[in-house]
């Protein structure tokens, strides 16, 4: 078995919620092949500080087999904010940041390869 894990890393999925907070889903850099991957374990928190919105994450999964399915599951973790108010904010997460206008009326993808969202609709 090979371990993969990941801190602080991989695309953010955000969506307002009608109380004011907000879903945030971290999407880990990896594949899950149905056949030969277990997804270990994958969390995330989110604070706010000042106007800045610092999101939190760790993931793990091990790999193993060999033949492999070659189906591509995602790593993902999800955690919620507390009500923000309505505004411009800074998000950081690991080494990356951005910029985001809350609430947002659709989701939003954050990630650093603007040709590569696994974020929902």
């Known amino acids: 078995m090979r371990t993969e894990t990941f801190d602080n ?5 955000m969506r307002s919620l009608a109380d004011g907070s907000l879903l945030v889903s971290v999407i ?14 994958a969390t995330c928190s989110v604070e706010l500080d000042g106007e800045r919105i610092v999101i939190k994450s760790h993931g793990s999964a091990e790999h193993g087999g ?6 591509c599951g995602a790593l ?8 923000l108010e309505p505004g411009k904010y800074g998000v950081v ?7 985001v206008m809350l609430p947002a009326a659709a989701s939003i993808s954050l990630t650093e390869d603007a040709n590569w969202s696994r974020c929902p609709g």
């Open 9 to 13: 890393e991989g695309e953010l999925c």
């Open 66 to 71: 060999d033949v492999c399915t070659a189906d």
């Open 76 to 83: 993902r973790a999800e955690c919620t904010s507390t009500a």
């Open 28 to 41: 880990f850099p990896t594949c899950l092949s149905s056949t030969c991957s277990k997804a270990v374990e």
């Open 93 to 99: 997460h690991g080494d990356a940041s951005y910029e």
